[in-house]
């Protein structure tokens, strides 16, 4: 894993009287473990990534509480293993990514919102949407009202979003219905503190089974005609016992004065930038002292119509605060105003924009237009929006546009030399279709590879190709990482390809984690002492699933794979041709290999530290290695040359050795300016005997050798 | 409602740079000092080396008050603080409007990671240094802007301690510099190497309002050296300190007859009563480039310069005591080995390759020069280069340059601005194997399609310097020659010109 936790752990078994200080994420797994959760799984996607890992990272903790931990292998599974709830008074808590995880786990999740839940049964999904998202932008909220779930956005400060974990099992429990948690990205990593609970250890768990199963209850099963009655029921019973508990407990925070003239009602989760701007306008302060009446809905599903009525009666105007389209909390606030035939004009996405992110300074703007219509003076807001637009019209008139900065593949990444080869072998073959997956491949959409037709979805590539295969010339090539295999990939795509027969390529990069959202292990992962890898072996299934043509490639070897791909390409052999791309993800490596070599220095032992190097003097400055490769650590420096003035490639010490250089310019013929240094540290005796040889040899022929600073430090 | 206001501090780095750690440390630091403090950030994918941000808020505790609501996100123009690890970075800040004149102080390393763009651009893509500064000065209320990179590396430590020293340094935090190093201390690795670093960054900005020394310049001036007045004193003074530079150049690169050479062809076109500063300048540099062009021989010699071992040594940070292995990576192909053979054989055996189609073959060997058997193969070549007045590659290479100066002197009757302009075409002609083929093909076809219809008067002259400078931009756009090719076509139709014939000419 990426990143370790052990220092945060600690603060996970903090007691009453104690101060918890840490992110969102752990804050939402102490919340967990205070609420006596029975078990806990999920499939690892950023924002919420940290929580798998920190659970993981925990698992003694939740062994001394009988919690029961699984590391699904996609959202689908974490959805179904909620069905422990449906039976059983156990709670359970399950996390993804959302919107992209929550698509994947929308048939479990169906069915078990209409089957209802004993136990109380928490989603916390990592709501990936505006800056910094990887995915597309689609709300979460649409699932929670097609499919009856309630839906939680806490007010982003860790009290609250802790009280809001503990309460959601009791809604849950309330109201016989799985809740959603929805986390937005920066919320996941936000750093503060609560005051902390003592953990809660449930009575049915790991450590306290249970002894029966549950007796046979048909009404239990999502099967007809129990689902007609499991509709009714969700409308007639659970939505209002949901609704009265928000109001008893008081879910939703009213803040502000009472009576006024307009108010504003907010998704819980956009409050502290809302508060940021009412500052602005002299409407509150930095302690969240509103002086315009407001309702923070926490839970913006179900909302409580009494509760909306009660805050907009006697308002000329409310202003709804929604992030994302389309509108639903709106629509809902409109129909509850026009049912109770309130005349109070309602305000939103009007002023506000239908879509994309709510930044301050979007915000700032639909709220000056609100207020400015109503007769209050937003001029504090209104000074900031002008200085806003005076600074970008200043620095758009001296600044020349900057280039972006996109991800990259890591130095040394085992990813990038197949891109290589497969940008070769557009150079060579003509361009051909690529279907991309998620994963850290998708990077190679990005220059200097900008590859890639399309992406349907983690897992997606070859199911995707299916019809293009059908009805192209070329045969496409589908990239899948061993995570995408192992999601989906396998069946969707694998099994399907082999059953109908279609004639595509696939290459699968074996890099041994699920390494875009943090180094997490997979069922293929080395099996070790610390990681939770199985070693299944792809190439097996595969073949036991009827590929015929399957090849293994070594990926820093750019021209065999190569060759490889190009064998693809032309065989008359028809089907499916996958390619396992083998090499372990560098971030993994380095961990492991850094380390140990410092050791064995430090301790006298022989190593040798391998890295590239550019020859200033024959490099002439054109570049087409950094256009083969994108290495962080192949750049550019000074051209040492007084006649030249183009910058040569150089590589810095970010250099891992990895030899993508050298194996792109013999397989590009592109230039000699590439070596690799071999640094031999505490050299043996057969070392240096052998070099005084080769030494004595060159000086014999007019050369000479490396000046010698070790002679003075040999023994 | 209360005027308090937090300090607000927005850290702009690359993924994987460790500027969570940062974050992490001035968290603890600022938790330690009894701040309300919230920090939030944008991980995921973005972190893979990809531009990310951090972002920070601190209040002091005030008695009896509520815990503070902080942003979350950042807000333009909120900004009091802002770090930036690299230069453009920083600009980027900038733009975005966190950086502005009433509040914020700007603590920035100048030091540049390029981007993709600007690395894989086929000529010079990297933004000017100074314009980027400029605009991080001109928007800051403050701007503490130095090389802490290297500082950084002086320290041995990561750039992130010394940022964190230069922050507490210039005094813009309520953030005191023993909670910062009680902060260091309690990490789990490298906590000295860091210490060590923060001191530095403390030291180097600690001083109220200490001048940030200049950033050096990108490019150091060539060093000087001695020239032969007499030999060049024809030319004008940039002229003729590139041409001393290339006498010498071409001397070590054959010997003093082939400097001479070069010099023949350079007094010849200073004969030419058209013949301005601008014109000899470019011809001295690019002539002297083109005459030491890259074949085998060449690539044998520079592989074995003196200097090279000490420069690998240094570079790769081989402590003493350690031996270094070199190991170059070449793959010659038909063009590199016939063409250090007479022209009538390399030509039979070049047109056999042909026949075969085996021009893409080639021998990729990887030969460790640090070795006696290695280091014996390059010298065998590098000594022959005796031979190379007389191989096929040199008689294709003066070919060329003859052509080349042939245009340039014709062009001097014409317009002398498009014979600069045609000088600095050489530009396009480097490199080896692919690169080399693809740079003729552009010369080729720049030639036929533009230089040669400019110097017959196909189309007006007025336009003619500048349809040469935009084909050699446009060759350089992109390595397929697709805006190239789109730019002739482009000025063809413009000029109406029907080029169809010379086309072919060109590609045959």
Redesign the interface.
Known sequence: MEVSFH?EIESLTLGAGQTF?GEGILAVTKGLLQSGVSYVGGYQG??VSHLLDVLLQSEDILSDLGIHLETCTNEAAAAAMLAASINYPLRGCVTWKSIVGTNVAADALSNLASAGVTGGALIVVGE?YG????VIQERTHAYALKSSIWLVDPR??L?NIVGMVEKSFELSEASATPVMMEL????C????SFEARDNVAAAHSASHRIAEPARFDYDRLSHPPATFRQEVDKIERRLPAAQDFILRHGLNERMGPEGGEIGIITQGGL???L??RLADA?L??????L?VPTLVLNVTHPLVPSQIEAFARGKKAVLVVEEGAPEYIEQAVGQILRKADLRTKLHGKDLLPAAGEY???VLGRGLAAFLRLYGQDPSGLDD?LA??DA??D???E???P??????????GCPERPVFSAMKLMREEMGPVHVSADIG?HA?AT???FSQGNSILGYGMSLASSAAVSGTQARRPISVMGDGGFWHNGLLTGVASSVFNQDDGILVVMNNGYSS?TGVQDLPSSRPGKSGRGKGLDMEATLRDMGVKWVRRVDNYRV?KVFDTLREAQTTEESGLKVILADGECQLARQRRVRPAMAKAVASGERAVRT?F?V?E??C?????C??LS?C?S???K?NPD??????VAHVN?DCVGCGLC?EV??A?????S??????????GRW??LR?S??DA??RL???????R??A???E | MLRDEPTRLLIAAMGGEGGGVLAGWITQAALAEGLWVQRTSVPGVAQRTGATTYYLEFLPRRDGAAQPVMALNPSPGRVDVLVATELLEAARMVQAGYVTPERTCLIGATHRVFTVDEKSAMADGRLEDAALIAQCRGFARRAVLDDLGALAAAQGCHLNAVLMGAIVGAGVLPIGAESCRAAIRSGARAVEVNLRGFEAGLAHFGAPDAAAPPVAAREAAPADRAADPAATGFLPPEAGELAAEGVRRLTDYQDAGYAETYLAHLRALAAHPAADAAVLAAVARHLAIRMSYEDTFRVAQLKLRESRLDKVRGEARARPGDLVDVTEYLKPGPEEIFGMFPPRLGGWFMQLCERRGWQGKSIPMKLRTTRFSGFIRLRALGALRRWRPRSLRHAQEMAWVAQWLDRIARALERDPKAAIEIAECARLVRGYGATLKRGLRNWDLIDARLIEPGLTGDYASTDFADAVLQARLAALKDPDGTALDDMIAAFEAAAGIDAAPRWDAAVA
């Open positions: 220092e200080h950023a924002p990936d800056e910094g998202a990887s982003p400060n009290p937005r990205i920066r919320a990593h936000v750093f503060g409050f502290n930038g508060n940021a002299g509150s302060d930095v302690y969240g002292d002086s930044t301050g300074r900031w200085a806003l600074h970008r200043a620095a758009q001296v600044g020349q900057l280039p972006p900065r996109p991800p990259t593949f890591c130095t850290c990077l990005f220059p200097p875009a021209s890295r190097w020859d003097e024959t002439t400055g054109d570049h087409s950094i256009r994108g962080p192949l750049t550019i000074p007084p006649l030249r003035t183009d910058p010490n050298g310019s013999h590009a013929q592109l230039c000699p590439f070596a690799q240094i071999d640094i031999i540290q505490n050299p070392d240096r070099r040889v080769s040899l060159i022929f007019g050369g000479r050798p490396a000046a600073p070790d003075v430090a040999a």
